[in-house]
């Protein structure tokens, strides 16, 4: 897929799947800037990385889950590059707990990452791609929004609320040819999932038809099509990069 001329925005665009969907659309062309909140020598490193390949990014700190925050990144993104085409909503965090045992504290910050700042970041671009009359809009929600978890209420939670919230968007504004669709990841080789028991991973592994978890390129190749012309009549749709975890 050949993304010259697009500029693309991907929140928590350092680590993990976030890194992964970066480096594929900067290999694929496109000027990407990393939007990051904690993970600033991520950033930096990645940036020099993509350098040093002859590849276009740069980075803008921002914590998504505040409106005039989300404001101020997209307005970097067009003074910098004049436009933008992609909107890769990837930010999120989880604070794990069984739910009688969960603050209010933890299930609000959930809430206000994942889901309000993607509400955030596609009520800035919006206007810019409505003017332009064309847009990509990819939110990373997960399996977990369909299908819920022990422990993780609030993730799930927030999780589905970007499945409805990405359906109405795309309802909202297909006439004017913005497109807005999930991904939604299951079991993804990262950092975060590194950490967790291995009595967890197996039973994980257990689930999963195809016998392996996803790695991170998995995901990005699910993104990357999703924002190409491919997809151009693709919208409001859910799709699952789980390995056939969940099948409905």
């Not at 990509?136 to 978890?149: E, H, L, P, R, Y």
């Amino acid at each position: 897929m050949d993304f010259r001329d697009k500029v693309a925005l991907v929140t928590g665009g350092a680590v993990g799947i976030g890194k992964a969907i970066t480096s594929e659309f900067a290999r694929s062309g496109a000027k990407v800037l990393i939007n990051y909140h904690h993970s600033e020598t991520a950033a930096k490193t990645l940036c020099e990385e993509l350098a040093l390949e002859g590849l276009e990014s740069s980075m803008f700190r921002a914590d998504v889950s505040k409106l005039q925050e989300a404001n101020e990144l997209v307005k970097a993104v067009i003074e910098r590059y004049g436009k933008l085409d992609i909107l890769i909503n990837n930010s999120g965090i989880t604070r794990d707990q069984l739910m009688l045992r969960m603050s209010e504290e933890d299930f609000d910050k959930v809430i206000d990452v994942n889901l309000k700042g993607t509400w955030n970041l596609i009520k800035s671009a919006v206007p810019f791609m409505a003017k332009a009359r064309t847009g990509k809009i990819i939110n990373i929600t997960s399996v977990t929004g369909i299908v819920g978890n022990a422990g993780q209420s609030n993730y799930a939670a927030s999780k589905a609320g970007i499945i409805g919230l990405t359906k109405s968007v795309a309802r909202e504004f297909a006439k004017r040819n913005i497109t807005c669709n999930a991904v939604a990841p299951g079991f993804i080789e990262t950092n975060m999932t590194e950490t967790l028991p291995d009595k967890i991973k197996e039973y994980y592994l257990s689930q999963i038809p195809l016998g392996r978890f996803g790695k991170t390129r998995d995901v990005a190749s699910m993104v990357l099509f999703l924002a190409s012309e491919q997809a151009d009549y693709i919208t409001g749709q859910v799709m699952k990069v789980d390995g056939g975890m969940v099948m409905n």
